[in-house]
Structure formats: structure tokens, C-alpha cells
């Protein structure tokens, strides 16, 4: 018998029960995780709300973490009891002491990275190796805009992008939040509380605009994000923080100068065991040779799980937060 957060309905924080739960045997193709850590994400949100739906409930939350393996089904030979390993996909079920789950979804994790920066590094860190690798493909020089500079996902951005040579212009909603992102390698911000986001961008790049925009804000972002596409550019929503994007015209992608728009995720990037652990590889050697630090803002009791998306979602966090089996 172990412990777990889940849902039986969908609505506010105030549905996530802390309930026992037993962990089942993992089958032929499967590996029980004993998390040590669990990441926290904006995407968890969204299944407790019910924006995007559990296959059943009542349903576990989460899908990133760290830990050891504990058990494994029959037919896996990547990893045996006792390895360490991390992930950041499906089923959800991470916001628990166990978790089973496919062995495809596991990563090998080197000793020199911990449990607790794996799970605050790894869903972020993949998703902006994706963003920034496999997406954008900059050769350096780029200038870049990229909304929520000073969150989870930005601040790797930021890091990742200075890495690269690419000059991230950041939005922020405050001055604390600006400084933060500079710190981090962002070449400029623009707090959006104060400053009018689009006109900054013309300002900082002197009409040009950006080749590529990330926006991971959603609904209230939206229009200010075209905007700030040069032409022939490319606008990448990733997030729905602010709710999701409706009813696009795809008439105003050609008056705004025959614009791109993907909407991508990281499930249809890391779409291969190869693929995924290739991934963390570039991730996990950026943060053991320091070129990316993940703070770790936030640190809260599984239990606690409710409060700590309470924080989330009231934008009260900096960095990535982390839940403590």
C-alpha cells in the first residue's frame, strides 16, 4: 500500500484527495518507479480542470519524476531493480509514492544529476530542447521572443538560448521577475504590466521583428504574439496558461506576412525510447557542465500537492516546483 494524490471529478484544487493506493505489478513491458521526487507542471492543471481529459476517473495526477526502480514486468531488459531513472510523459499517475509505468517513458539518470533537479528539470528542460533544438535550429545571432521568461520553462530558455548564441527577448510581469530573467541570460524583457509588448519588440529590433515567437501563455497572448512574428516567421504555441487558443483565422496569418504556426508538444517529439533518452543526454550534459542551473523555487509535501498548484496557477512561483513524496 502506498500513497497517492488523485481526482474523482474535475474542478479546482480543492478535488485532489490523498488517498492509499496500491501500486500494481508492472506488466511484461512495464517498470515500478519509486519516485523520490515529482515535477510540477502547468499541464497538470489542465487534466484536474478537465481542459484535457484523463482516459478514466478517478484518475492520478502528474507526469514527471525521478526515483529508483523498484520492479520490473518480464519482457524489459533497458533496466534492472535498483537503477536510477527519470521521466516526463504518460500515464499520469507521477503525483504518487509508486508509479508504473511503460519502460519506453524511462530515461537512464546519471549519477551526477539528483533525483530532486531531475524532476524540476526534466519535462521543462525537454520541452525547451525541443523548442530550441529541434524547432528552432539556430545557427546564432537570432533574436527571439519568449513569453514567461521567468517561469519554469523560461528560465532553462533563457539559459539554453544564451548557450547557443541567440538573443531572447523575455516577457515578465513584474520588475523582480525581469531581473531574474536577465540574470538567467536573457538579453532583454519587456514587462508586459507596464510596457506594450509588441511595440518593445519593434523597438528592440529595430523593425524587424522575430523570426520566432514561443508562446506558451495561450489565449491572452495570442494576437500580441503574431505580432511579433517577422514575416515568413513562425509562432510557436506550446501552452495554454491563459486558456486555449480559438478560432483562428487563417486569413490573418497572410496579412501579417505569410506567417507559420505550429502547435507542438513533447510527446511528438520524444516520439522513440532512442529519441527520448537522446534528448535528456543533450539535457542532462548542459546541466552537469553548468551551462543550465535549474532552481528549484518551491519544494512542497506530495501531500500538499493542492497548495502547491494553488501557487502555480496564481503565478506566486519562480523556477520550478518540486513535490516530496
Request: glycine residues 12%.
Amino acid at each position: 500500500m502506498a500513497k497517492r494524490i488523485q481526482i474523482g471529478r474535475h474542478g479546482g484544487p480543492e478535488v485532489l484527495e490523498w488517498v492509499d493506493h496500491t501500486a500494481p505489478q508492472p506488466g511484461p513491458h512495464e517498470v515500478r518507479v519509486r519516485n523520490r521526487a515529482i515535477g510540477l507542471n502547468f499541464i497538470d492543471t489542465y487534466y484536474r480542470s478537465g481542459l484535457y481529459a484523463p482516459p478514466r476517473l478517478p484518475s492520478g495526477l502528474g507526469l514527471e519524476g525521478a526515483g529508483e526502480v523498484e520492479a520490473v514486468g518480464s519482457a524489459v531488459e533497458r533496466f534492472k531493480v535498483g537503477d536510477r531513472v527519470a521521466y516526463a510523459g504518460g500515464p499520469l499517475g507521477a503525483y504518487a509514492e509508486l508509479h508504473v509505468l511503460p519502460a519506453d517513458k524511462l530515461v537512464g539518470l546519471p549519477d551526477s544529476i539528483g533525483f530532486e533537479q531531475a524532476a524540476a528539470a526534466m519535462l521543462k528542460g525537454l520541452t525547451v530542447q525541443y523548442l530550441l533544438r529541434q524547432i528552432g535550429r539556430f545557427q546564432g545571432g537570432e533574436t527571439i521572443l519568449f513569453h514567461a521568461a521567468a517561469g519554469g520553462v523560461g528560465s532553462i530558455a533563457c539559459q539554453w538560448a544564451k548557450a547557443l548564441g541567440v538573443r531572447l527577448i523575455g516577457t515578465v510581469g513584474s520588475p523582480e521577475k525581469a531581473e531574474r530573467a536577465r540574470a538567467l541570460g536573457a538579453w532583454a524583457t519587456i514587462d508586459y504590466s507596464r510596457e506594450n509588448v509588441a511595440s518593445r519588440v519593434l523597438e528592440l529590433t529595430d523593425g524587424r521583428k522575430c523570426p520566432v515567437v514561443y508562446d506558451s501563455v495561450g489565449k491572452d497572448t495570442w494576437e500580441t504574439s503574431l505580432d511579433c512574428v517577422a514575416p515568413r516567421g513562425l509562432l510557436v504555441s506550446f501552452g495554454n496558461a491563459s486558456g486555449p487558443v480559438t478560432g483562428i483565422d487563417l486569413g490573418v496569418l497572410a496579412q501579417k506576412g505569410s506567417l507559420f504556426v505550429t502547435r507542438p508538444t513533447l510527446a511528438g517529439y520524444a516520439d522513440t525510447p532512442e529519441r527520448l533518452q537522446a534528448m535528456a543526454d543533450e539535457l542532462f550534459a548542459m546541466l552537469a557542465d553548468g551551462r543550465v542551473r535549474v532552481e528549484i523555487g518551491q519544494r512542497f509535501p506530495l501531500a500538499e500537492a493542492a497548495r502547491a498548484q494553488e501557487a502555480l496557477t496564481s503565478r506566486r512561483t519562480t523556477g520550478s516546483t518540486i513535490l516530496l513524496p
